[in-house]
Nanobody
């Protein structure tokens, strides 16, 4: 049974930093691209960042470039999202996702991912 479990969310002030973690189990971790999405209330789930199977390649949505960094540790089956200079508009539920295929713009499509975590809430106060 595949499980993706996110942790590290919470309430922070504008400008703070936060690191999200996602622990994966039940899958061959280095077969999968790993990604982070977020979903704000009343909005669709939106792609933030992805790391390729080896971790050497990464891909970001424009709004995350320069502030967010995705990384993965294949020895530990973990993927991380370091978020700096947080803004109130970053407030959302953040989801970890695993997908076998695709790169570039295909990474932005939620339907390309086979497995999802339950999400962790990030709230940034102004």
């Amino acid at each position: 049974q595949v499980q993706l479990v996110e942790s590290g969310g919470g309430l922070v002030q504008t400008g703070a930093s936060m690191r999200l973690s996602c622990a994966a189990s039940g899958l061959i971790f280095n077969y999968y691209n790993m990604a982070w999405f977020h979903q704000a209330p009343g909005k669709e789930r939106e792609f933030m960042a992805a790391a390729g199977r080896s971790g050497n390649s990464t891909y970001y949505v424009d709004s995350a470039k320069g502030r967010f960094t995705i990384s993965r540790d294949n020895a530990k089956n973990m993927v991380y999202l370091q978020m700096n200079s947080l803004k109130p508009e970053d407030t959302a539920v953040y989801y970890c996702a695993a997908g076998r295929w695709g790169w570039g713009n295909l990474l932005k499509v939620p339907e390309r991912y086979e497995y999802w975590g339950q999400g962790t809430q990030v709230t940034v106060s102004s």
